[in-house]
């Protein structure tokens, strides 16, 4: 598998504030990550291929510098919202930029509590991009409850956290992705997690250093649930999927596959770089339908399109709660996966934040998807497009080369075929 995004991201980012090189094994190679290795190179650190491996030249915790021109992250929310928590402890504006699918997403999630710590937004009362900020050397450290499930805004402050003068501190209600936690504690910095009263507490200490260190990228789980999901639904089908992230964080597609009567199994189980990773075995299975609780949505967030599409193929109801996150992602991802499900001939309803799909076992398709410039729709709907009656038609796969440029040709591989409408 192609390397993990969220981790490529933070690789890079962190490589950049350490002191020394970083080299990243494995980085993925995806618009997404590529934009913020160009991030990080304008403000001053490096980031280049050399052979096999990416080589950062860090600058140290608040040594950035400031860049000559915007800094343009494309479609990804990740690298975005990270590098305002960057941009925070350094004393230089910046201006950030995206696509259209970027410049409708909320930022006021980070730069509400960014604000708080010190950081200046030039245009203030605006929350989308493009965005003018400007950081400080004076970061005031915080403790802060995250309003929503999110691990992007848990590690902007975390970020912002490394360069300001105390001690920093991130209440999560529910776990998300912990990648930032395990990375930084890898490269050097001071960050302690301990639960406490049903939550966590995770708290960093500023005025960091960090060192620059050899990082090798796990798989992607996100990436891989379309090639899970089309072992599963096409008869007959014995595929393993090798080195990938099984961190539980970012598991819970895969709970859910196995309770939906999925011959899914996690082989070979061993560390890399901190992380978990296994190979993963699918064999081709009758699906039932689920009840997917909450609680495990940000486990598995990016994972709804493509579960929900494979729910078409399950026998039964498949119940999913507490979706309300979908609705900010990359599109309105509630939205556009009923739409693209409705277009396939499979029954489906949005009640509030929950998302039902009744499948028959069969799924006519036949339907042409409109994908928002969203990668993960964009997948969805062409892996189950292997195993319908009629083929599955998207209107766009550009946005697939922001997180899997290697999709198209890994599904060939198995066997799957693509013909471009004219
Ligand atoms: C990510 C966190 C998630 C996820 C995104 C990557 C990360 O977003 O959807 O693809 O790398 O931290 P939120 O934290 O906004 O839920």
Redesign the pocket.
């Given at each position: 598998m192609p390397g993990d995004?969220?981790i490529s991201?933070?690789a890079l980012i962190f490589g950049a504030l350490a002191t020394g090189t970083t080299r990243i094994r494995g980085l993925l190679e995806a618009e997404d990550v590529i934009n913020t290795a160009k991030a990080v190179t304008a403000l001053g650190a490096p980031a280049a291929k050399s052979g096999d491996v990416w080589e950062v030249k860090g600058r140290g915790v608040g040594g950035l510098q400031q860049p000559d021109a915007p800094l343009d992250f494309g479609n990804s929310?990740?690298g975005t919202?990270?590098m305002m928590g960057v941009i925070a402890g350094h004393p230089m504006t910046v201006t950030m930029t995206g696509d259209a699918s970027l410049s409708k997403r909320p930022m006021r999630?980070v730069l509400g509590p960014l604000k708080q710590m010190g950081l200046e937004i030039l245009d203030d009362g605006k929350e989308t991009l493009p965005l003018a900020m400007r950081g400080t050397r004076d970061l005031v450290p915080m403790s802060y409850t995250l309003p929503?499930?999110?691990?992007?805004?848990?590690?902007a402050i975390l970020i912002a956290g490394l360069h300001a003068a105390g001690e920093t501190t991130v209440i999560e209600k529910e776990a998300?992705?912990d990648?930032?936690e395990r990375m930084l504690r890898f490269f050097g910095a001071d960050v302690a997690t301990r639960p406490h009263d049903g939550q966590t507490h995770i708290t960093v200490k500023g005025g960091a250093e960090m060192h620059g260190r050899d990082v090798t990228v796990p798989g992607d789980p996100?990436s891989a649930a379309f090639l899970a999901c089309a072992a599963l639904i096409v008869p007959g089908s014995d595929i393993t999927i090798e080195g990938v992230l099984v961190n539980d964080t970012r598991t819970g597609l895969y709970t859910t596959l196995q309770e939906m009567g999925g011959d899914v199994t996690l082989l070979n189980l061993r560390e890399e770089g901190g992380e978990p990773i296994a190979d993963i075995r699918v064999r081709a299975s009758h699906l039932k339908g689920v009840h997917v609780p909450a609680e495990r949505a940000?486990s598995m967030?990016?994972e709804y399109p493509v579960l929900a599409a494979v729910a078409g193929f399950a026998v039964g109801e498949t119940r999913m709660d507490g979706l309300a996150?979908l609705k900010?992602?990359e599109s309105d991802r509630l939205a556009a996966t009923a739409a693209g499900l409705h277009a396939n001939g499979i029954a489906a309803r949005v009640e509030g934040d929950s998302l039902i799909v009744t499948g028959t076992g069969r799924v006519p398709g036949g339907g042409t998807v409109a994908t928002h410039l969203d990668h993960r729709i964009a997948m969805a709907f062409l892996t189950i497009g292997l195993a319908s009656d009629k083929p599955v038609t998207v209107d766009d796969t550009a946005m697939i080369a922001t997180s899997f440029p290697e999709f198209r040709g890994l599904m060939e591989q198995l066997g799957a075929r693509y013909t471009e409408a004219a």
């Open positions: 995004k969220s991201h933070r929310g990740t919202r990270l999630r929503v499930p999110s691990a992007q805004v848990k590690s998300t992705r990648h930032t996100s940000p967030i990016d996150e900010v992602k």
